[in-house]
């Protein structure tokens, strides 16, 4: 796990330790230094602790004008045991959103395992986008994860699956995968109506 890197390829237009509206800003990574675990496994230093001891993140992209966010993020996502998604909302989305951030993705690439507790999170957290026209899409799970998203009901509140889980974002501008995600929900609300 430690030669997982985040993605690298929007740096030289956006650096979460550089930006002064991010929960990172001012955070500082060696290179050299590997220092967090996910249980036994070292990890890059590149990722940022946000609060769980078996997820961690990195804020790829925020662009406050157009109001999007995307986030990736490694490791075991469990709410049962760690309330992970209590983490993940109180210590960097609700910030994000009080810079009128309203549209989230989230690369689950290198997401192992969830285990769900509670809803709650999730619901709160698609009550407080839809206010303001917004989504929340996790990209490209895997079959195991996507399926354990499922048996707690979270598909209800955020897009996941399908679609979702064959998006080729490496290398695209991060607004056009934004608008390539938008424009498929579009089209599943059309599809819906007739």
Not at 3 to 10: A, L
Not at 67 to 80: F, S, T, V
Not at 117 to 129: I, K, L, M, P, S
Request: net charge negative; hydrophobic share 35%.
């Amino acid at each position: 796990m430690h030669d997982i890197e985040p993605y690298y390829g929007w740096i030289e237009r956006y650096d979460s330790s550089e930006d002064e509206d991010s929960p990172f800003y001012g955070r500082e990574h060696s290179e050299f230094m590997y220092t967090d675990k996910i249980y036994n496994y070292y990890i890059h230093p590149q990722w940022d602790h946000f609060g769980s001891d078996t997820l961690y993140m990195k804020l790829l992209f925020a662009d406050y004008d157009d109001r999007y966010a995307i986030i990736e993020l490694i490791g075991e996502w469990n709410d049962c045991l760690h309330n992970d998604v209590m983490f993940l909302k109180r210590n960097v989305i609700d910030p994000l959103m009080k810079k009128d951030i309203s549209r989230f993705v989230i690369i689950m690439e290198n997401v192992l395992n969830f285990h769900g507790d509670e809803d709650c999170y999730y619901e709160e957290w698609a009550e407080e986008v839809n206010d303001e026209h917004g989504w929340v899409c996790c990209v490209n799970m895997l079959t195991h994860v996507k399926e354990e998203m499922e048996s707690t009901g979270i598909q209800y509140y955020i897009n996941l699956g399908g679609v979702y889980d064959h998006i080729a974002w490496r290398g695209k501008e991060a607004h056009l995968l934004v608008h390539q995600l938008e424009n498929v929900m579009h089209s599943q609300v059309k599809q819906l109506r007739y």
